[in-house]
């Protein structure tokens, strides 16, 4: 086990005991302070440390950590260091702030290198060049293929033989505290035989968590199931915001298109592979055997604790989902190896998202579809309203973490608030 992953670990930063940021998490982000620009910060309970300011003083001194990948925007450069330099700085990070280590404690630079979370304005951590997303819980896909097929013929032919995934928009991935506006398309209305055009009536929100790649490959390389964990630097939670009404009209014979363009937003801080460690667990019995190249040894799935809020225009809020990350029936490891099974090339800063993680009970349903079963089963929310979608001023707000003992290594949040469509 990494000594940064210790659970008896304390840090001489205060750290609630519910925050989703002890020393043993120590995930990595870009933020900017008032007039200042953005640069790779590391979050510490409330606070968070400039690495720039560190590595200046001399006290992040690890080989093969260069100054200008910590002056960058986004996190690409540092990452792809290569995780002997990115895990040795967070090992570094942590004997840094270990309640018996007085090297920065008792250091005037703690007063510049340690700052609020609070003044600072979190960016995109990563330059996204390609996005992936999948569709990789059995009983999301399940529901939606009672919802729209055959309850007795739920899945397709294909889905339990390999990741079902279509390649996404990169550009309008944006960070926590994003105003998302209501899409505009085309709608196919109930019994109509020509489509209208207007803004979605449907909107709806989807819980996933995204893995970022932290190692290049060439054209024509693959990346085996075996291999995929040290391509893998860390996760984020990803809400791939979807137009149910729109996406009903063109995904045939594409796939989703304009339904799932106009936004997806992510947590802020990249959470390390190495800091999730101690929440490994077993996953799902794949039935029909896979076939070799997706085939893994040990436990690649995760247990990590996932919900969403609704939170009203009035400041009222609802928890509307509970779910786990463990519901995922095809893992991290298999879906960057069917990614890569046919050659495609992978880039430092992509994004792999999970697809909608809903697990068995209807409480752990991952999207409003599900969650209101296609808006038969309407939500009360506190105010005395009703939710069957997502309303114009609503905040999605999405959360997650590892229960560890005494601790939580979690994500921070995700949260958007949903404005009226654009007049055209």
């Not at 989807?206 to 990346?223: I, N, S, Y």
């Not at 090339?345 to 068995?360: H, M």
């Not at 579809?369 to 929310?381: D, F, H, V």
């Amino acid at each position: 086990m990494s000594k940064a992953n210790d659970p008896s670990l304390r840090s001489w930063v205060e750290v609630a005991p519910d925050s989703d940021f002890p020393i043993q998490n120590l995930p990595f982000g870009i933020g900017a302070r008032p007039g200042d620009s953005p640069r790779p910060l590391v979050a510490i309970g409330d606070k968070a440390l400039d690495l720039a300011a560190l590595q200046h003083a001399g006290l992040l001194d690890v080989p093969g950590l260069r100054a200008d990948v910590l002056h960058m925007p986004r996190l690409n450069e540092f990452i792809a260091l290569g995780k002997a330099v990115t895990g040795a700085v967070r090992e570094r990070l942590s004997e840094l702030l270990r309640h018996d280590n007085a090297e920065l404690r008792d250091n005037d630079l703690c007063n510049t290198a340690l700052l609020e979370q609070k003044n600072l304005t979190m960016q995109m951590p990563v330059r996204v060049g390609d996005y992936t997303d999948f569709y990789s819980s059995i009983d999301h896909a399940t529901n939606v293929g009672t919802m729209f097929r055959d309850p007795d013929n739920a899945l397709l032919p294909n889905w339990k033989h390999l990741p079902v995934g279509y390649h996404g928009r990169a550009s309008s991935i944006v960070v926590s505290g994003a105003e998302i506006h209501r899409p505009t398309g085309q709608q196919l209305p109930a019994g109509a035989e020509t489509p209208v055009f207007g803004p979605s009536k449907l909107f709806d929100f989807e819980l996933e968590v995204a893995f970022v790649t932290g190692k290049a490959t060439a054209l024509g390389e693959r990346v085996s199931v075996a291999q995929a964990e040290d391509h893998i630097f860390g996760l984020v939670l990803f809400n791939d915001l979807s137009a149910r009404d729109i996406q009903k009209w063109e995904y045939v014979p594409l796939g989703p298109f304009l339904a799932k363009n106009f936004g997806s937003v992510i947590s802020p801080w990249i959470v390390t592979l190495e800091a999730l460690e101690p929440f490994r667990t077993e996953g799902y019995t794949q039935d029909p055997p896979v076939l070799p190249y997706l085939r893994y040894d040990g436990k690649m799935n995760y247990d990590l604790k996932l919900e969403v809020d609704l939170v009203l225009p009035d400041g009222q809020s609802k928890t509307v989902c509970q779910s786990n990350f463990k519901y995922m029936y095809w893992n991290m490891c298999q879906q960057l190896a069917h990614q890569t099974v046919n050659g495609c090339n992978i880039n430092v800063g992509d994004l792999y998202a999970s697809g909608t993680i809903s697990g068995p009970e209807a409480s752990s349903f991952g999207s409003m579809l599900e969650l209101s079963w296609r808006g038969t089963k309407p939500i009360p929310m506190p105010d005395g309203s009703e939710r069957k979608f997502v309303n114009d001023g609503d905040q999605i707000v999405m959360r997650g973490w590892g229960a560890g003992e005494g601790y939580r290594v979690g994500f921070g949040e995700s949260r958007c608030t949903v404005l009226p469509a654009r007049e055209l």
